[in-house]
């Protein structure tokens, strides 16, 4: 058995959130419990055996990179690091072409990259499952990772309210897709000309979504206040304009403040301390941001395995 183990059900893709129903994300939490369970009891857990990942990566990354590459060893397969510069892709060559070449030789491959349209592409052409490293849509891995941080901290996120503050950036809009498959409420405040598109977001009700111009508003009463870098990857001509744009969007104490006295921060980090958020609040008891880095590894595995095995027991 190897990579041209054949799929035993049709192709799945996770190139947003939502291309996981509810009960599908439940059982990815739940596999990957089990799944850190098991690696903090160095108990092997080889379902993967003899599978191949091709990771590609258009954009830089350290925790992608590393818990899909230890993941993939962990679950007893193996990887491939592609970027844009060591690769083809760097010179022109179709990413449907790259696509149709790479899922002929490997079993699973991730990507990260700029537009949701480069990837939907990859993945019309490629015949394994092709999961989303992070677009400038989208970051749908990081919000898996969040939630099951979330729940291991403070228990079910259903009911509960999450503030976004900042750049209504890929982290927002997936939380976005999360916040309506999982019944939580999303608030956001984001500086003028930085704020979630309508033409994007189909009008969701209060009960998900809540906007707010004042950031410590949007935190009065949240149970996770989260947050991310003034500039994304591939924005980076636009840092002066969004430094003086964000500076009033920055996680204080006086933010973790007025939210629930078992408030939580979290932030996908990179973080940049004194600008997005204070060191006071990242270094200080309500951040859980090494759990939530360290959970990527734990639901990226279950969510390789469910891609290629669906779901399975032991
Ligand atoms: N949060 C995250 O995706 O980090 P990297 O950019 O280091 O992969
Ligand atoms: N929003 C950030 C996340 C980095 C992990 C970016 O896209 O650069």
Redesign the pocket.
């Known amino acids: 058995m190897s990579h041209a183990t054949p799929q035993t059900g049709p192709l799945r893709h996770f190139l947003q959130f939502r291309d996981l129903t509810t009960d599908e994300i439940n059982y990815i939490f739940a596999r990957a419990k089990l799944i850190k369970d098991k690696f903090k009891r160095y108990e092997k857990h080889h379902t993967l055996h003899d599978r191949n990942l091709a990771m590609v990566f258009e954009k830089?990354?350290?925790?992608?990179?590393v818990s899909f590459e230890a993941g993939m060893y962990q679950l007893g397969g193996s990887v491939i690091h592609l970027t844009t510069g060591d690769s083809q892709l760097g010179r022109s060559e179709p990413i449907e072409d790259t696509a149709r070449v790479i899922s002929r030789m490997v079993d699973l491959v991730m990507i990260r990259t700029f537009e949701q349209t480069r990837l939907e592409r990859f993945a019309a052409h490629s015949r394994v499952p092709v999961i989303n490293g992070?677009t400038n849509e989208f970051?749908p891995c990081?919000i898996l990772a969040d939630i099951f941080t979330f729940i291991e901290h403070l228990g079910p996120i259903q009911d509960k309210t999450v503030a976004w503050i900042g750049d209504a950036n890929n982290m927002s809009y997936t939380w976005l897709q999360a916040a309506e498959m999982l019944g939580f409420q999303l608030h956001v405040s984001a500086p003028k000309g930085y704020e979630l598109d309508s033409q994007r977001i189909d009008n969701p009700p209060a009960s998900v979504l809540k906007q707010f111009p004042d950031p410590l508003e949007a935190c009065r009463g949240a149970h996770l206040v989260t947050t991310d870098v003034w500039t994304s990857m591939g924005y980076e001509t636009e840092n002066d304009q969004r430094r003086r744009a964000f500076a009033d969007w920055c996680v204080d104490g006086e933010m973790m403040a007025v939210a629930d006295p078992s408030a939580i921060f979290m932030h996908?980090?990179?973080a940049h301390r004194g600008e997005e958020v204070t060191g006071e609040v990242i270094d200080g008891p309500q951040s859980v941001v090494w759990d939530e880095a360290e959970n990527r590894l734990h639901v990226q595995k279950a969510l390789m395995e469910f891609l290629l095995l669906g779901q399975i027991e032991g």
């Open positions: 830089a990354s350290t925790r992608t990179r992070l970051h990081q996908c980090l990179p």
